[in-house]
């Protein structure tokens, strides 16, 4: 009987232990824990969600209970203890394609429902970024397929949004927004400084999203929020980390990445490193069969002995030089000392190589010379340290809010040489921005919710410039970018967002802002150019607003409208430039250069049938006033000068009086079965400025994406096609005809490329991925950039989870 005894006692014992231990709920993708989701009893009298890790204390569950899971984003699944003790307690969800409710942290700054927005919005999630492997940020958003990229170099990418590209586009990190004062209006490519492998999600809001943000988001904004360290759940330190390395075979890419959190109840810290190196970029063998030698590199530059020679390029298809490496820190430190109050700090540093602009080394002279032996930017540095705090306190100001303070330190340079020259140009900026953001979210009622905020921005930005004997050192001044003198830029708005559900149907959003700007910039040496004033100043003011309705008649109907406003004020690039060349021009200041606004209408209808098919399109029309273009100018009377050796034309940016954007965008997304899903995506715009009729530079040829994905338990595989339509010459912007070396005679012309990636988790801590880009070889560039896509690409990755 005594033996009887202990056995029952040892058993309860088991059982209590089995059932005292946490049951966890992980993406069937990539095996990561999943946030908040719903774990209930069948009858739901017991009701839990997961934490930050996937986890989930079921002890309160009985073992004759079936638990379901539920979350916005997957799949839902029921299972008994028994299936779950043989899974060990963990359980896998898979994706969902059709995703109305699924919550996002945008627009207002806070979380708000998807059905509930009448923006047009596209996620990002780190689950898609992992297994898609993009090599950059903005390779992460281009996979997207709703966004296109152009590229300059391999180390750049630039996002074209509804027609509008780099200053009128607005990037955003953890909340702070990273355009500064001397972000150009022609393509650049700071968004490579974002690491991907630690985007914790993306948004992009497509349309002006002034309101909450600003200056520059006129065609959208792209939001970024990185990792975060998370809290334990109890009162042990739990640890994770994450580490992989990846072999892209096009440009002999060598990335390894790797981080390391822990938390305890009240502290939490997030390390992580990134580190690429990326060789001269393979462009695709089958060209066109009209234009059998577009984008061949026949030869390319090298100085010996104290002379520039073209040296025969063995292989075609490598565009040389093109490659760079690039290395990533971060740095995350929480502290919660009670519940309702946290505080963060963050730390983000970015920086690379010497990157070569490769566009500017494949122009060649009328006697098949090049005109440059050397041209490339220096190292691009980005560093940010902000602090912030959340306070969860509801009182008659506010139910949550969000105090954040900023600094960000960065640098960049240009260099370039002139083939046969001695004399080596370089020239460098810096900039230091500060910050301070509070937004505040208040519940009126059941029915009401108020999003409001105040922003300061300053700016101080520094410019010198050199010329370098490449064969004594010997240095010699050397005109500066921006005004010698040094510039300040200052913004502080106030803002304003109202939501109201109307009724169970209906949800009314309205919203202004009002933004205070000034800028002022010396010149102080006129050794180079005699400019007919000393300094420049804008003192401007914008009031800006959104109205929208999200109709839903029932759940398989979402009707949206808005109307809403944008801005772009001048920046120290657009008034102070102190002559950027391009081939035959050469671009001046402007003191009378005054602020940019954008007048947006949409409409958006979104339909699922069967609960398996999702349709979403959207119709949209941007009116610019004021718009800044560049044309033709003078200078000192004179509408061209003698500019590095060259007669030049004189431009300037001006305000032209009006400019108009239209574009359409479809969406479908198609659940064929419990394991295979269909998506595809096709965006179209097109704008022309008035007074000149000539089409605008940002505007985009039709181009899409689609893909049949598969995924079941460890094995996860996608085939898509991305695609491109043509651009005639005649409909090309003037600033793109005069690079006419980047085009054939057509003009741009269309591609489409098959693409396969696939995944399989080894066990519980290891995944492999291999993927094959452009598996058809095709040499294609897209519009705009100037270096030819990637040839056909074998990606290897391997993956680690402890």
Known sequence: MKKLFIILIAT??????????????????????????????????????????????FAPFSQEDTLYFQHPGY??????????????????????????????????????????????IVSVMPSAI???????????????????????????????????????????VDGI??????????????????????????????????????????????DFHTRQPVFSS???????????????????????????????????????????????????????????????????????????????NNNVNRQVPSGYRQWNLMQKIRFRPVDAVSFTYGFIYSNTSDIPRYDRLIVYDETDLPENAAWYYGPQKWMMHYGKINLINKNNWYDEMKITVAYQAMEESRHDRSFGSQQLRSRTEKVGAYTLNADADKVLGDDRHLFYGIEGVFNDISSQAHRTD?????????????????????????????????NETSTFHMGVRYSRIWLRSLFEDKTFYNFPFDEI???????????????????????????????????????????????????????????????????????????????????????????????????????SLVYDGELSRVQALVNVGRAYIWGLSFNAAAS????????????????????????????TPLFGRTSVAYQHEKWRGEFYVSYHGSRSYEDLPPSERSEIYLYTPEGALAWYTLNLMGSFQINENLQAQVGMENILDKHYRPYSSGISAPGRNLILTLRATL
């Open 12 to 57: 309860f014992n088991i059982a209590a232990t089995l059932y005292a231990q946490t049951l966890q709920v992980v993406d069937a993708g990539n095996r990561k824990g999943i946030f908040n989701v719903s774990v209930y009893s069948k009858d739901k009298n017991i009701f839990r969600q997961t934490d930050s890790h996937g986890q989930v204390d």
């Open 234 to 312: 109890n009162d042990k330190v739990r640890w994770s980390s994450d580490m992989f390395v990846r072999h892209s075979s096009a440009n002999q890419e060598k990335t390894g990445h790797a981080e390391v959190s822990w938390g305890t109840h009240r502290w939490a810290s997030l390390s992580s490193f990134t580190y690429s190196d990326f060789g001269d970029l393979r462009a695709g063998g089958r060209r066109p069969e009209k234009y059998p030698n577009f984008g061949k590199r026949l030869n390319y530059v090298v100085h010996r002995e104290g002379e520039d020679s073209l040296v025969e």
């Open 177 to 222: 927004r990273m355009n500064n004062a001397i972000f150009r209006s022609g393509n650049l490519q700071n968004v490579i400084s974002i690491d991907p492998a630690l985007i914790g999600e993306a948004e992009v809001i497509f349309g002006p999203g002034s309101v909450i943000y600003g200056s520059d988001a006129l065609g959208g904004v792209m």
């Open 672 to 699: 064929l079965s419990d394991s295979w899903t269909v998506r595809s995506s096709v965006s179209y715009n097109t704008g022309r400025d008035n007074e000149e009729n000539i089409p605008l530079r940002h505007t």
């Open 130 to 172: 992992a297994f898609r492997n993009p090599q950059t940020a903005a390779d992460a958003l281009e996979n997207t397929g709703q966004v296109f990229v152009q590229k300059s170099q391999l180390g750049g990418g630039s996002p074209m949004i509804r027609g509008f590209a780099a200053n009128s586009v607005l990037i955003v």
């Open 470 to 502: 490449i064969g004594t050192s010997e240095r010699t001044p050397a005109s500066t970018r921006y005004p010698d003198g040094g510039s300040t830029y200052g913004s502080a708005a106030v803002y304003l967002n109202h939501q109201w559900d109307v």
């Open 537 to 639: 100043q804008v003192h401007t003011g914008a009031l800006s607003g959104s109205t929208g309705l999200v109709y839903r008649p029932n759940d398989t109907w979402k009707i949206s409208g808005m109307l809403s406003s944008g801005f772009r004020a001048p920046n120290v690039d657009d008034v102070g430039k102190v002559f950027d060349s391009e081939p035959g021009s050469v671009v001046v200041p402007n003191p009378g250069l005054g602020p940019e606004y954008s007048y947006n209408a949409e409409l958006g209808i979104t339909k699922i049938l069967l609960d398996k098919i999702e349709i979403y399109g959207v119709a949209y029309y941007s009116l610019l006033r004021d718009a800044m273009v560049r044309r033709d100018f003078t200078f000192n009377g004179q509408d």
């Open 75 to 120: 799949q839902q699944q029921w299972m008994t203890d028994e299936q779950l003790r043989q899974r060990n307690y963990t359980i896998a969800l898979e994706e969902k394609v059709i995703q109305m409710e699924e919550a996002l942290i945008l627009v207002n700054r806070w979380e708000q429902s998807k059905n509930k927005i009448p923006h047009h």
